[in-house]
């Protein structure tokens, strides 16, 4: 795939798909320190590569974290969900048993849920507008 000024081109479709995703804690723990949020971004970018997707940012804080995915259309969200919480759950318990001994209850760092919203571009109002606007052939 090519990326020219944000627009990706794929074999037969041309897109600029951004997702906001919000991971947390399992029970909101205090787990994570600036080397865990460091070694976190190291792993979604690898995870992101796997997915032809791009990390485009990601930070956190003691107990959630936040990242902006550039992803192509034939990615599903979920699956894309899954593989961030999944490796970077696996890697971390190996890395840093600190983090392992104390947060990991019942085998998992991440709570179960997730926050995802589709970002970028013009708002839907906007676009509602331009769509009304197109001129219907007689």
């Known amino acids: ?7 990706r081109h794929g074999r037969h479709c041309v897109f ?3 997702i ?16 865990a949020i460091y070694r976190l971004k190291e792993l979604f970018a690898k995870t992101c590569t796997g997915f032809e ?3 485009v940012e990601m930070d956190g804080e003691r107990d959630h974290v936040h ?32 983090i392992a001994q104390r947060y990991y209850l019942k085998g ?4 179960p849920s997730y926050f995802a919203a589709s970002c970028g571009g013009a708002p839907i109002s906007i676009i509602r507008q331009y769509i009304e606007q197109q001129a219907t052939p007689d």
């Open 108 to 111: 998992g760092l991440w709570s």
């Open 67 to 98: 990242l902006l995915v550039n992803y192509p259309p034939k990615v599903a969200v979920s699956a894309l969900v899954n593989s961030l919480k999944g490796a970077s759950s696996r890697v971390l318990r190996k890395e840093r048993p600190d």
């Open 20 to 35: 906001h995703l919000v991971f947390v804690a399992k029970y909101r723990r205090k787990v994570f320190d600036s080397d």
């Open 53 to 55: 997707a791009d990390l």
């Open 16 to 18: 600029n798909m951004h």
């Open 1 to 7: 795939m090519q990326t020219n000024n944000d627009i």
